[in-house]
């Protein structure tokens, strides 16, 4: 999403400090998890603006970075809020990859509790659900691209050009399959026969052209 037409409109409204600079906070559009802190000046705004991916201004090298020029790591800008001050940003992002510049998807890994400080791989950053709402939200991404492309030797083109019917007949074998593994003690084969139902579910949403968060409003409503 390009934004360049309202540059003016939306700098008009910041308040940049005395080094011309304001704080803005990237967080992710699936699971809404707090990504990065960062600072952004009018330069960096204005081509977060035009090319619809985050652009930075680095204090220590005092020079403008592009988020993901070297990791591939990009964030593509969805939505951007200012608060009531205009003294703070906030850029709603898909993330590509992980946020965090020592490999870990938020550069908030680091867990401060009643126990003691948990770091890394320790902190509960992202629930199971989260997770999994994540990854499924960027595989629909995926599967909608293979969609509208249909790269050749593609599964998932395979299944496009076979049509409905087909999709609606692996996903009732993969339903069959998890029937099949659910019996079995070890959880290993029903994780995977699992996934692969996600998989083909997911494929026949997309040939029904039903998104994800009309299926997440259905099950918010069934929760009040």
Known sequence: MIFAKLEKDFIDQLQFDERGLVPTIVQELNSGQVLMLAYQNREALLKTLETGNTWFYSRSRQELWHKGATSGHYQQVHSIYY????????????????????????????????????????????????????ILGELSEIIGERKENLPEGSYTTYLFEQGLDKILKKVGEEAAEIIIAAKNPDQGELIYETADFLYHLLVLLTEKELSLKKIAQELAKRRK
């Open 83 to 134: 608060d009531c001050d205009g003294d703070t940003i906030l850029i709603i992002v898909k993330q590509r990859g992980v946020a965090c510049h020592k490999g870990y998807y938020s550069c908030f890994h680091h867990q401060v509790t009643d126990e003691g400080i948990l770091t890394n791989q320790e902190a509960p950053l992202i629930s199971g659900s989260q997770q999994l709402g994540q």
